[in-house]
């Protein structure tokens, strides 16, 4: 037996020693590196791959312990013409064969740039972000951004649109590199009524290098809209019908005209978005001593919205030689939102029998608009990448509300008690300028130097105007009548090196931001003292970044990275206003909101660029979230400090084709929040575990059919003082190219189960409460997408960003869709 097992380890020992690792390199026609080329090894005359890669970052290659044989390579990737190199041998000895550089061209035939549409994968995995690529999934056909980010790997939405990260709050959105310059309640009325088919992916980084913004603690989202550069005449256009209660219809346009030295851009779509909200709530109020029910709140509101919005980009590139390029952008849009509600209240004593009962109604009619300039400069110095880069922005906002409420109160009879009706006038305006500049200079060696500047002002101006109305008589309500300004400036410095040592990935920085700000309410004209107060602030704050990466092999690399951030309150939320929702919810801003400070580390894993493991660790200072006071009856809901957070996970990330026709992408991230602090004198101590998943399946059939199937989950977490239920989604689309594939249909189902429901708890100072809101989430749509123009051959400029990286993303506007 011993002479058999010894025979056997000798054969097998020979064997192994008689195969050959065959390794290579993919490149572009410039001699860059070609990441993600799929490249297939095949044995003989067969027409099956005997093996199958992907090249890394540095577009190298390996098929290990490959036997004797003969064999060729097929060689693609997206927007390229597929390779397919001659025959080779492999003999019995050779321990390493040497694959000369594999050079892919573009495609650059007609329409070619839109035939690549639909083959890149939904999510794509890279070292230092998950690109969502929104046209290769077919459910999103008829959505907005909302919606698919709702459904991006680790990314979540609360009850009032807050967009969190792995967990964490606090995501500083970008548009085009850009800010967007509202914050998370503002932003959610903008994405739920920006169409879908208008983007082209987004960039997902949990923690963005010091040549970002510190801004948002938790990382970046960066949403890049769709522009063509290339040569000739050619656009896209979409019309897309959705039903959910409500109908929804929408459209967009996306023109390029490129020639000589001048490329010609426009983008443009219209949305007509209707939908509904509702929202049931009960509060119980407790006796301080004995904890006992002293009287029980009960409410149910319904809203309705309907909310237009235009939304244009028009911009020119003008290249001055091959090297160097200006540009200019202008971009805007328009919101006209009309929200109409109805609430019936129901306050009870501690025995569940009722005292009172009241009706209230209310009309708010909003305009938001928004203007903006960019001008951009380019210059490559060489081929090597060194280049210099400038934007300068001017932003411009200006929003109105005008709100009326009634409000009836009876007896259990329904005998009228009293009444009252308020109205207000909200205008404002918000004026940001921004100016940045960017230098890059790759040394010899693999050493890379990145340094910048950049400076911002932002001024805000808001009025609150509020009458008590009799009949035809406006009264002004002096205890709430308000005048706030705000000013603020930013400038921030920062550098970043890389270098490269075999297998090691070096990546430094740090980036030092100065703040001055201001703030001035006056209160108003009608009173003695008028509440007239006023703020002002200085500091400067240090933000360090460390990446090491070390690529073991062709199939394993392994990623750390710490990084510093900020997250500076939102300029509503300095704004001490008051917001009603009707008689019983206010909202409130707090002038002496703090910003948070976060620290974070990631450790990461990736597995033959399909499989992708990170640990991560946060820790938040001075952090912020929504706080509830109770006063009387009524709730005031403001950010308010309150005292540190800590969160720690893991994420898995799953990209795996099952079979030919079919591609899953699985995502799981499991992470634990805990905080600890004081808020209106009680001590917060609270902790959770929380989970959620991520799966698209997407299945490509013949003659232009596809399909797909998708969803999430999150289970129950905690969000500051709120405790939320798990929640999820389902939906399912199928796609068909059709007109010689330059045009598209798509029908889609979104939440399938109607499971998009968020319920929770808040439990606050003597108060505990329940909530459950729903809205019109289920939703049908029909998309069709034409393409059109001549593609003609030339280069590429891509560049196409702005100068401000945090500004945009701190306004505030209510919203309800």
Do not use: C
């Not at 997206?78 to 321990?95: D, L, Q, R, W, Y």
């Not at 597995?607 to 929504?626: G, V």
């Not at 598209?744 to 003597?766: A, H, M, N, P, W």
């Amino acid at each position: 037996m011993k002479i058999i097992t010894t025979l056997f380890l000798l054969g097998l020992t020979g064997y192994l020693h008689a195969q050959t690792q065959i390794k290579g390199s993919v490149q572009e026609e410039n001699k860059s590196p070609l990441e993600a080329a799929s490249i297939s090894l095949i044995k003989g005359r067969d027409s099956l791959s005997f093996k199958n890669e992907v090249s890394d970052k540095d577009g190298k290659f390996s098929f290990p312990a490959i036997p004797p044989g003969i064999y060729h390579i097929r060689i693609s990737a997206i927007g390229h013409i597929p390779v397919e190199e001659a025959n080779f041998t492999i003999v019995s000895g050779m321990k390493i064969l040497e694959i000369p550089v594999i050079i892919l061209q573009k495609q650059n035939n007609e329409l070619a740039s839109v035939a690549v549409v639909g083959k890149k994968p939904f999510i794509e995995q890279k070292s230092d972000r998950i690109l969502v690529n929104v046209d290769a999934s077919p459910a999103n056909a008829g959505t907005s951004v909302m919606d698919v980010l709702e459904k991006s790997p680790g990314v979540s939405v609360d009850k009032d649109g807050n967009i969190s990260l792995k967990g964490k709050q606090g995501v500083t959105i970008m548009i085009d590199n850009r800010p967007t310059y509202m914050s998370g309640a503002q932003l959610s009325v903008y994405l739920k009524s920006l169409p879908s088919s208008a983007v082209d992916q987004l960039e997902i980084m949990s923690n963005p290098s010091s040549k970002y913004d510190a801004a948002g603690n938790s990382g970046i989202i960066n949403i890049k809209t769709k522009k063509n550069k290339a040569k000739g005449f050619n656009g896209s256009t979409t019309l897309t019908y959705t039903q959910g209660k409500y109908a929804k219809p929408g459209g967009s346009l996306n023109l390029n005209y490129r020639v000589n030295k001048f490329n010609l851009f426009f983008n443009g779509g219209y949305t007509y978005w209707q939908g509904f909200q509702q929202l049931d709530i009960n509060r119980n109020y407790l006796d301080p001593g004995t904890k006992n029910i002293n009287s029980i709140f009960t409410q149910s509101t319904h809203m309705k919205f309907l909310s237009p919005e235009l939304n244009i980009k028009l911009g020119m590139d003008y290249f001055l030689d091959s090297k160097t390029t200006l540009g200019v952008v202008f971009s805007g849009y328009q919101n006209n939102e009309t929200d109409v509600s109805q609430s019936y209240i129901s306050l009870k004593n501690s025995n569940n029998v009722t005292d009172s009962l009241v009706q209230s109604f209310g009309n708010i009619h909003g305009i938001w608009s928004n203007g903006t300039m960019n001008l951009n400069f380019r210059r490559q110095f060489d081929s090597t990448g060194r280049e210099l880069t400038a934007d300068a922005d001017y932003i411009y906002y200006k929003s109105g509300s005008n709100q009326l409420f009634q409000n009836y109160t009876y007896d259990p009879d329904m005998n009228l008690l009293s009444s009252n009706t308020l109205s207000g006038e909200l205008p404002s305006t918000i004026n940001i300028y921004s100016f940045k500049t960017d230098y890059t200079h790759p040394f010899r060696n693999d050493f890379k130097l990145e340094a910048g500047l950049k400076t911002s002002f932002v001024a805000t101006d808001n009025k609150a105007n509020y009458y008590d109305v009799t009949g035809e008589v406006y009264v002004p309500d002096t205890t709430k009548t308000n005048y706030f300004v705000y000013h603020e400036n930013i400038n921030a410095a920062y550098i970043n090196l890389t270098k490269k040592y075999g297998k090691w990935n070096l990546q430094a920085g740090l980036r030092v931001e100065n703040t001055n700000y201001d703030g001035h309410q006056y209160g108003n004209i009608y009173t003695v003292n008028n509440n007239d107060s006023s703020f002002k602030k200085s500091y400067v704050n240090a933000f360090p970044t460390a990446y090491i990466t070390y690529d073991l092999n062709s199939n394993n690399s392994f990623n750390l990275n710490f990084g510093r951030r900020i997250d500076r309150p939102d300029y509503g939320d300095l704004n001490p206003f008051l917001f009603f929702l009707d008689e019983y919810t206010y909202q409130a801003g707090n002038p002496y909101l703090q910003p948070q400070l976060s620290t974070n580390i990631e450790l990461s894993h990736t597995y033959k660029n399909k499989l992708t493991t990170t640990l991560n660790y946060s820790n938040t200072q001075n952090f912020f979230a929504e706080t509830f006071e109770q006063d009387g009856h009524a709730t005031i809901v403001r950010r308010g400090n309150i005292g540190r957070r800590e969160n720690g996970g893991i994420a898995v990330s799953l990209n795996m084709p099952l079979t030919k026709w079919w591609n899953t992408t699985i995502y799981l991230n499991v992470n634990y929040n805990h905080f600890t602090g004081e808020l209106y004198g009680e001590n917060l101590n609270v902790s959770a575990v929380t989970g959620m998943g991520n799966m698209t399946n997407q299945f490509k059939f013949t003659n232009g059919w596809s399909a797909e199937l998708s969803g999430w989950y999150r289970t129950s977490g905690i969000e500051g003082q709120i405790m939320v239920q798990p929640m999820g989604q389902t939906s399912a689309a199928i796609a068909k190219q059709i007109m010689k594939d330059k045009a598209s249909l798509k029908l889609g189902l979104r939440d399938i189960f109607y499971t998009q429901q968020v319920k929770g708890t808040i439990d606050f100072q003597e108060t505990e409460a329940t909530f459950h809101n729903s809205r019109d989430s289920r939703q049908l749509s029909l998309t069709f997408t034409y393409r059109f123009g001549k593609v003609l051959k030339g280069p590429q400029n891509n560049h196409h960003s702005g100068g401000a990286d945090d500004e945009s993303n701190r306004l505030k506007k209510g919203g309800n869709n």
